[in-house]
C-alpha cells in the first residue's frame, strides 16, 4: 500500500488503523513523505485517545517511532509532534521516556 493510503485508513479509523500506522512508521528512516504523514498522524485526536497499554497512545507510539528513526527530517517532526501534546501529556512522555526533555531521547525499536 501508498503511505497516503495507509494514512487514510489511520485518518478514517479503519479497524486496522493501528497496523497501517505502523506499517508507516517502518518506513520512517528512509521516506520523508512517510515522516510526513506520521507527523501529521500523530497529532490526530483519535490517536492521542487510542491506548496501545497504560499511558502509551498511538500517537506516541508514532512519536517514538520518529525519534527512533534518527533521521533530521524525522526527529523534526518528532519535537514538533511532541510539542503539539498537552502540557501535562508531554511531561507524561518524558517521564515514560526516562528522559528530562525529548531532544534527549534516543528510543530504539526492535
Known amino acids: 500500500m501508498s503511505n497516503t493510503e495507509l494514512a487514510r485508513m489511520v485518518e478514517a479509523e479503519h479497524p486496522y488503523r493501528g497496523k497501517a500506522l505502523f506499517e508507516l512508521c517502518d ?4 521516506d520523508d513523505d512517510a515522516v510526513t504523514k506520521v507527523g501529521m498522524l500523530s497529532r ?3 490517536l492521542r485517545r487510542a491506548r496501545l497499554f497504560d499511558r502509551v497512545s498511538l500517537a506516541w507510539s508514532a512519536i517514538i517511532a520518529l525519534l527512533a528513526a534518527e533521521t533530521a527530517a524525522a526527529r523534526e517532526e518528532a519535537y514538533a509532534a511532541f510539542r503539539a501534546l498537552d502540557p ?3 511531561q507524561d512522555m518524558l517521564d515514560y521516556l526516562e528522559v528530562g ?3 534527549e531521547a534516543h528510543p530504539r525499536i526492535t
Open 27 to 30: 518506513r520512517l528512516s528512509t
Open 44 to 46: 490526530l485526536p483519535s
Open 88 to 90: 501535562s501529556e508531554q
Open 101 to 103: 526533555a525529548i531532544e
